[in-house]
């Protein structure tokens, strides 16, 4: 079995595969300050909930990570737990996706990851993909494989993380969409800034980001918060939770003994 790990700013997400399947999976808080023993101590109890440990069935582990401190200790706790290194998406990956942008090694893994999956998802097709994250990430992938680049907005918590702490007589809210744009409290205006104005943004880079690359372009949705808000979107037509997991797996395939080039 496969362990891929995506370490986002906010959440840590788990997957188990066996062979092509998702098995089980899990998410974490990301804390930075946590020890390789420490994350040991957390990915074993997971491990457990499905009656699996560091040392039965686990043959394989792939992490992507835009959290330094984190990367390194998880490759730590792989080496000291598992008893072999981790496959780490970076620079030298066998991804066999060509990176056509002006420094490749900007470019967050996850997004890597996400990029492998939908080209794997819609092969032979263009498509967006839309990350819906600490971040807000829009990204195009050519119907040859090619990452061409994307956009990075501030994701809905981050933008309202920032609207509450700047403004006195605003209180944290629930973030739900309203019944109408026009909210009739405080709590309903937020709300339909914060949901539909996500959704109004994701719209809008779609459509420019499509114009850019040409032609018929499929458009994927995936991250922790994509459930709030694709569902006011007219321009998404895929929701996939698990895409950024995907696309580990099949970088982890790459990779592998007897692995294809890129």
Same mark, same amino acid.
């Given at each position: 079995?496969?362990?891929?790990?995506?370490?986002?700013?906010?959440?840590?997400?788990?997957?188990?595969?066996?062979?092509?399947?998702?098995?089980?999976?899990?998410?974490?808080?990301?804390?930075?300050?946590?020890?390789?023993?420490?994350?040991?101590?957390?990915?074993?109890?997971?491990?457990?909930?499905?009656?699996?440990?560091?040392?039965?069935?686990?043959?394989?582990?792939?992490?992507?990570?835009?959290?330094?401190?984190?990367?390194?200790?998880?490759?730590?706790?792989?080496?000291?737990?598992?008893?072999?290194?981790?496959?780490?998406?970076?620079?030298?990956?066998?991804?066999?996706?060509?990176?056509?942008?002006?420094?490749?090694?900007?470019?967050?893994?996850?997004?890597?990851?996400? *990029?492998? *999956?939908?080209?794997?998802?819609?092969?032979?097709?263009?498509?967006?993909?839309?990350?819906?994250?600490?971040?807000?990430?829009?990204?195009?992938?050519?119907?040859?494989?090619?990452?061409?680049?994307?956009?990075?907005?501030?994701?809905?918590?981050?933008?309202?993380?920032?609207?509450?702490?700047?403004?006195?007589?605003?209180?944290?809210?629930?973030?739900?969409?309203?019944?109408?744009?026009?909210?009739?409290?405080?709590?309903?205006?937020?709300?339909?800034?914060?949901?539909?104005?996500?959704?109004?943004?994701?719209?809008?880079?779609?459509?420019?980001?499509?114009?850019?690359?040409?032609?018929?372009?499929?458009?994927?949705?995936?991250?922790?918060?994509?459930?709030?808000?694709?569902?006011?979107?007219?321009?998404?037509?895929?929701?996939?939770?698990?895409?950024?997991?995907?696309?580990?797996?099949?970088?982890?395939?790459?990779?592998?003994?007897?692995?294809?080039?890129?």
């Amino acid at each position: 079995m496969l362990l891929a790990v995506d370490v986002g700013n906010t959440q840590t997400h788990l997957g188990v595969f066996k062979r092509d399947e998702l098995f089980r999976e899990w998410r974490a808080s990301t804390d930075g300050r946590r020890t390789a023993d420490e994350l040991a101590l957390m990915f074993g109890q997971f491990l457990s909930l499905a009656d699996l440990s560091f040392s039965r069935e686990i043959s394989g582990v792939v992490i992507s990570s835009v959290v330094p401190p984190v990367t390194q200790e998880l490759r730590e706790m792989t080496l000291r737990y598992f008893g072999f290194a981790p496959i780490v998406v970076g620079p030298g990956t066998r991804t066999g996706i060509a990176v056509l942008t002006d420094n490749p090694r900007e470019v967050g893994a996850d997004r890597i990851a996400n *990029a492998v *999956a939908a080209h794997h998802m819609f092969s032979g097709a263009s498509s967006i993909v839309v990350d819906f994250g600490t971040a807000l990430t829009v990204d195009a992938v050519s119907a040859k494989g090619e990452y061409l680049g994307g956009a990075i907005a501030p994701g809905l918590e981050t933008s309202a993380s920032a609207l509450f702490k700047s403004t006195a007589q605003i209180q944290r809210v629930e973030l739900v969409a309203p019944p109408r744009a026009l909210g009739k409290s405080t709590v309903t205006c937020v709300q339909s800034g914060l949901v539909y104005g996500t959704a109004g943004l994701v719209d809008g880079l779609i459509e420019r980001v499509a114009d850019e690359i040409g032609g018929t372009t499929n458009v994927v949705a995936t991250g922790g918060l994509a459930s709030t808000v694709v569902k006011h979107c007219r321009l998404i037509g895929h929701v996939e939770p698990m895409l950024t997991l995907t696309g580990l797996r099949l970088i982890f395939d790459r990779n592998v003994e007897g692995a294809g080039d890129d």
